[in-house]
């Protein structure tokens, strides 16, 4: 086994909550080099990002994938399951979990924000029976959909393997006690994000309605892999302006690590205050 990856651990009201690190690192060259936007130049992109280097720091350069672990007392809910061991950038959740002394029998729930292979990509065992075997699968419809029809793309293999296993969902409502899903289309047709509460403690999962905090300060910023441009930032403004008003915990699943912080008003638009 390969060392552990980063894991945070914090409680939700009453519940138990981890982020383990599928994958994590640094981003040493030009910004603009990483950050490729369709919509922005070289230029703009490292003119925000020194922007919001004056107000995080080196975080700005940082970036990871998020995977949260929630134990609610009657589930052990696992939000995505990143690249998996296979991919062609192994991701390191397997570790985490084992360095948390939880066995893959111990997850019942695995939620699917969408299909893309870096959230996908431990659902099933290279012979298709899957990593969680004891898990309720859970996915929308137009999602499932959307991965499914596709008979070219990596991320079939991970959902049909599981066919029989993985409920389709609707975009909107309560999935257990204290996880509702939230509709966030845009990057792909059916994304969710996650309203978590317990005690009066709230967290909102904002899986990848954004995936660096350059784009709290151009929400109109979009990547190839967006879907639908125009959907993307309708959905994240939403997404973005809540979690202002309401002043929650947020998580941005690709943020660095571990994730966790609050959206601030910055102007017309927001700027990150990461959770020290």
Do not use: C
């Amino acid at each position: 086994m390969s060392a552990a990856p980063p894991i945070h651990r914090f409680k939700l009201g009453g519940f138990a909550a981890t982020v383990i690190a599928d994958s994590h690192g640094t981003i040493n060259g030009p910004l603009s080099a990483e950050l490729t936007f369709v919509n922005a130049t070289p230029s703009e992109t490292q003119a925000a990002a020194d922007e919001l280097q004056a107000a995080i720091g080196d975080l700005v350069r940082q970036m990871s994938s998020n995977i949260l672990l929630l134990d609610t007392g009657r589930e052990r809910v696992l939000v995505d399951t990143g690249n998996g061991p296979g991919g062609n950038e192994p991701g390191m959740l397997l570790d985490g979990l084992a360095a948390a002394n939880i066995a893959h029998d111990d997850i019942t729930l695995v939620i699917n924000t969408h299909g893309h292979f870096d959230h996908v990509g431990a659902n099933a065992n290279a012979d298709g029976t899957p990593v969680f075997p004891n898990a309720r699968y859970v996915i929308t419809q137009p999602e499932w959909e959307h991965w499914t029809n596709d008979p070219d793309d990596g991320s079939r293999a991970q959902l049909v393997a599981l066919a029989e296993r993985i409920e389709r969902i609707p975009m909107e409502g309560e999935i257990v006690p204290g996880i509702r899903a939230i509709p966030a289309p845009g990057h792909t047709p059916g994304q969710i994000a996650l309203l978590i509460e317990s005690d009066g403690q709230t967290l909102l999962h904002l899986a990848d309605a954004l995936h660096h905090p350059v784009e709290l300060l151009h929400p109109e910023w979009y990547f190839d892999f967006d879907v639908d441009p125009a959907l993307t930032e309708q959905t994240r403004r939403t997404l973005l302006d809540r979690a202002a008003r309401e002043h929650l915990l947020t998580l941005p699943y690709h943020f660095p690590f571990p994730g966790l912080g609050y959206i601030i008003p910055h102007g017309e638009t927001w700027t990150w205050e990461p959770l020290r």
